[in-house]
């Protein structure tokens, strides 16, 4: 079996205008990758790390979902899921609705997903953000769009840990 040239590939999928990416270079992001498919791991290992992002991979959802709890644990999380929607074991939909519910649970900001899927049927994308994912992009994925999304998505949560910082109820000192 040949070896996959995961800058080829790049190559081949890139369109002949590429959008531009609309974050600086030196912001880098800790990311989980949700992905049963070895080819769409590598192209989307090759495009985030090219950019300095470190990426964990899980195989399933149900495995992504215990990497999720176990950075949290060590407070350590993810800056942003990369979730597919079709894989064994446990599917990303159900992941998603796990990790939003654990969230919920332990009062934590929403960690954003994006879902990722190879069909692009009309209802997709709602179905994916009515499970609580934050984007929907279908493979392959194109470097441009990957980036832009975990880009205004990462933007967004800190926001709104700044937000959070700064509207904490005051704390009374008793002497």
């Given at each position: 079996?040949?070896?996959?040239?995961?800058?080829?590939?790049?190559?081949?999928?890139?369109?002949?205008?590429?959008?531009?990416?609309?974050?600086?270079?030196?912001?880098?992001?800790?990311?989980?990758?949700?992905?049963?498919?070895?080819?769409?791991?590598?192209?989307?290992?090759?495009?985030?790390?090219?950019?300095?992002?470190?990426?964990?991979?899980?195989?399933?959802?149900?495995?992504?979902?215990?990497?999720?709890?176990?950075?949290?644990?060590?407070?350590?999380?993810?800056?942003?899921?990369?979730?597919?929607?079709?894989?064994?074991?446990?599917?990303?939909?159900?992941?998603?609705e796990?990790?939003?519910?654990?969230?919920?649970?332990?009062?934590?900001?929403?960690?954003?997903?994006?879902?990722?899927?190879?069909?692009?049927?009309i209802?997709?994308?709602?179905?994916?953000?009515?499970?609580?994912?934050?984007?929907?992009?279908?493979?392959?994925?194109?470097?441009?769009?990957?980036?832009?999304?975990?880009?205004?998505?990462?933007?967004?949560?800190?926001?709104?840990?700044?937000?959070?910082?700064?509207?904490?109820?005051?704390?009374?000192?008793?002497?």
């Open positions: 079996m040949p070896r996959l040239n995961p800058s080829a590939l790049i190559s081949a999928l890139e369109p002949n205008t590429v959008s531009p990416v609309s974050a600086p270079n030196d912001v880098v992001f800790n990311i989980l990758l949700a992905e049963d498919n070895t080819v769409s791991q590598a192209l989307a290992v090759k495009i985030l790390e090219k950019y300095g992002h470190t990426v964990e991979i899980t195989e399933n959802g149900s495995l992504a979902v215990e990497s999720f709890k176990a950075r949290v644990q060590v407070n350590k999380p993810f800056d942003i899921i990369l979730m597919d929607i079709s894989m064994p074991f446990m599917g990303g939909m159900e992941a998603t796990l990790i939003r519910a654990y969230e919920m649970h332990k009062g934590l900001l929403p960690t954003p997903i994006i879902a990722l899927t190879a069909h692009a049927m209802g997709d994308r709602e179905q994916c953000l009515q499970a609580g994912m934050d984007d929907h992009i279908t493979k392959p994925l194109r470097r441009g769009e990957l980036l832009n999304s975990i880009n205004n998505l990462a933007g967004w949560r800190a926001q709104l840990a700044q937000q959070r910082l700064h509207h904490r109820p005051p704390t009374f000192m008793t002497t």
